[in-house]
């Protein structure tokens, strides 16, 4: 950036789950998390892009409440390995559901004009798109930062490669540029209309066109010219949003900011993206075509691209032998894969699910997700893994009498003061220091030590090291549902 | 059976591994221990089966000794079930090694003909076969019985379905009818010779003459017989069983003997097919034409058969959700398997492995073992569970510092007394009763109850009770290999 003094503050939109990315997508663990081939999730790839871009230190990110310690986990990594810095300023609108882009956009302008005023620029791009020409995505910042103070909303319109369906598109009005060649390698022009996700014929005269941009969901504006077209435009939006604000509840310390959005009143947003409610709508909108590498990992074809392919056209990862095997795609990070004598398939093992799909099919993916919904299963929903504010926990194994879980406490972090009325607890420091509050008694337990937690009995989990705490827990009862928890004090607020 | 005085002894030949059944047959969990859709075992079918035509209180079983306690495994449950009368009386030879079928057959000959002399009539079939007309099995069998008092070698053979390549044949000559339609249903006839796995064309011509048949390798003669054509077609054969029984240690209880072949004398043994070594030389030899719903269950589409079949031609086992697929079969009896636009897979799911295979690249399933082989793995030789002599082991997880055991110890069993030099461990009770000894102090666990064993520490677990007993192991130190285990007394002799 130049060294203005409007600050231009990345805000993150992580809302969708992925569903065409299952099995590894799951509502609990959705697309921005998962682990690409490089190790790195969508969500570490945004977070660090948008701060380098932004040359920022603070963002914005508007999620679920419940992927709320599962993403500042993401950033609380990031700032150990060095790629964030310690005292980034987070903001976050935690949603109790999703409500599509316009109520997360409006929500985030209406939150950083109460901080910054009208003039602080807003850079917003979803959490789970990968832009692989960091270069290039900087200059068409540094262009959108220049359109957006002079009052545009800016939209980034990618070249499109092919004459996809499943996009929308941008008209733009190639006659009218707003910012051409004022910055190095851009030009802005305004848009002429959206396009909502077009058949194939109309698809491919848009192609051959040259002036349909696919529409990558990446937009830059104030967050003044945002709220007053949203006045002008969509006046309910802005007052349901207002609305909302007055009743929710407001965290803040020294780096963070939560805003936990009132469920009941959040209930009556509507439901709709702000190209419908705004942009197509508004006259002050311009898009800056780019070729940033840009891809949603829409599909599993999408994310295999990002393996290296071998030979015989195959993109193999994690743990995979491939005989007689041409064009297909395997993603296989902990179990073996082995396949013979197939072609054009897309093959994904998560360890509790596999799917086998021909490439052509890839589509209906999402038709497997609706199916386990309709059997009333969890496959879909939850991952082996959960995050808790204290750190994370695993089921191992369930079996009748008895479920094993593997639980991580992050340092200076603790579980609730809990009992249980219907099981009884083994715990098994497998790693670090376990300090321990069994009915009443505290104590502390080191590797291989372990204690039994009886029915009933008050106790409390807690790692007051700098090291992560590994314990294994064997339950045992007749009943072990997650719900069996009393819980008495909570320093995370959890009721 | 007739009333007859001779007893007919089914010999149960539990030999090859089935590495066309991978990844659910593995070294140490062969094909015979595979469980069919049906929840049977081929093991169990065949132990029912030969049992039933018999109509015999004794059987003999040569099998790997590594397998003896889960073949032991299977018969007990069948006992326990009503299956199999508790006071049958089992003859055990077990080898070191694989030394193909003509040591084997020899070896259970000479065994039988030590007991019950010269005239005693073996039925020798696999484990690993599936027989599903047995009221045609057992037409051929009496039959067999009456050819093979005569003196001959009885063969059964297949009725021809379609030109395979991958069988032997045995080729009748018609005009010699031993043993015509005295018994009813059936005919024996001298065999003219034995073909082993023809070309596509030869298997043709076979196939319309009319008097080739599969070698199903179910043989049926004395024990006499059998000895007398070794002795006089291959007496080094003969010679180096009697060598290897000489040095062999024999254990005999009540109901059961054991001939655990000594590996030094059998290392000596010809590993020679009892059709290459004798059958083919013999001028005694006649074979049964029979139909009797024979299958080797050769490789997942001959498995897959015995599911039912929907309506897009698809074979299902297990938790499967297949949309748009078509003549697909899929073995997945414990994990979500999906399936999306696919034609003409095999796809098996065994847990901790997915094999992904074109139906017309199922015989290359041996590929992938072989690869398993050359990359050292043991994905096809272990299965998570082992079989002890007192019960079973499941390894739940395995990770850095610790792993996570299932054990459960059968009735009035119990483990050697033991020590471990490099890890503790934590026994958590999760069903029946465990006696104890950690350390010299011997106690009872109830359910939920644990206890600690520490580095060094003596100790057993013992089930005193009448019911399984089941605990959860953890272990935790930095070595955990099964190898750190000093025994100091073992009630099943183990070193």
Redesign the interface.
Known sequence: MDNSKIPLVPVILSGGVGSRLW?VSRKQHPKPFIKLPDGDTLMAKTLKRSLSVSHSNELMIVTNRDLYFHTKDEIIKLQSQGGLSPSLNQHYILEPFGRNTAPAIVAAAYQLFQKHGPDVVMLVMPADHLISDEHAFSQAVNLAYEVAIEGQLVTFGIHPEYPETGYGYIHSNQGRALLSERSAGGAAFQVEKFVEKPNLETAKSYLESGDYYWNAGIFCFTAGALLSEVEAIAPSLLSQIKSTFDVSSITQNTTTAQVELSSQEFAKVEDVSIDYALLEKSNKVSVIPCDIGWSDIGSWSALSRLIPQDNDGNHLYGDV?A??TRNTSVY?PN????????DD?I?V?SG???????K???K??K??VL??EAQGRN?HLNYKTVHRPWGNSTV??K????K?K?IVVKPYSSLSLQAHNHR?E?W????GEATVNNNGDVFCLH????T?IAVGHKHRLENTSNIDLII?E?Q??YYLGEDDIVRFEDKYGRP
């Open positions: 099995p032998i005989l007689s296989s179990h073996l894969t082995a396949t013979l004598g197939v398939l093959i093992n509790d699910a596999v799917l086998v799909s021909h052509s099919a890839q209906d993916v038709k497997v199916e386990l496959l191992i194994q079996g009748d009498g008895f094993i593997r009884s083994h098994v420091v497998v790693s590797v291989s030590e372990s039994f294994i064997v045992i009862g």
